[in-house]
């Protein structure tokens, strides 16, 4: 709160609760529509007779600051915002606390889901608290933002194979009634295994088109001759 309150020039904090309840409030503005709120604020000073009940909020809040149009503002908090939740993010997954960076990642996607980096770090955070479904999801988005950027596809892949792994470790555990069960549970098995592999396999040998010269080279190779040997056998 204290970087935001210097945005508006507030010294203090304890002198100033009713400044920082109003930007309490300015927070909860939807900042997807920035462009509309501002507006909105504009006509509001303009014609504050128009639609007064709708306008008078919007003046209630800025005015204290003498703030005439605020859409630069707005947008700075919420770069403020972004950079602290990352920042915390990163400070989470180096201890090792990946759910909590996680958390902190989707929150800064839900002020701005433009940022590619974001979903990237959120994959990663999601392969290593085990969540692989959501990281292919995260992973899969990014590459709609930036599918030039080659981590993507090799943390993607990495995300597919836990995936695989996992649906067919808790499908095998589950209890099942008959044999015909147990035979119709291994071939759904199978075939979600073997299609998530084979995405993975595409998705390793997308990244290393994409960085020929890496230093995993090899490592990546041997990964995906491992998986046309698995889904061979499958």
Known sequence: FKKILNLFNID????????????????????????????????????PMENKERMEELIKIFDPFG???????????????????????NEFMQKGDYESAMNRLQASLDLDSTVYQTYYNLGVAAINAKHFDKAVEALENGIKLKPEFSDFYYSLGVAQIGLADEFVEELSEG????????????????????????????????????????SEKADVEEMIKELYRLNKRQ
């Open 12 to 47: 203090s904090i304890s002198s100033k609760k009713k400044d920082l309840l109003l930007i309490n409030r300015i927070l909860d503005l939807d900042y997807e529509n920035i462009d509309e709120i501002n507006w909105e604020y504009i006509k509001a000073r303009r014609k």
């Open 67 to 89: 703030i005439k149009n605020f859409k630069d503002v707005l947008i700075k908090i919420k770069e403020e915002l972004e950079y602290e939740l990352n920042n915390k993010a």
């Open 175 to 214: 209890a099942v009634e008959t044999e015909s069960a147990a035979k119709e549970i291994t071939a759904a098995d199978k075939t979600r295994a073997v299609e998530l592999k084979k995405s993975a396999i595409e998705n390793l040998t997308k990244f290393l088109e994409l960085v020929p010269d890496t």
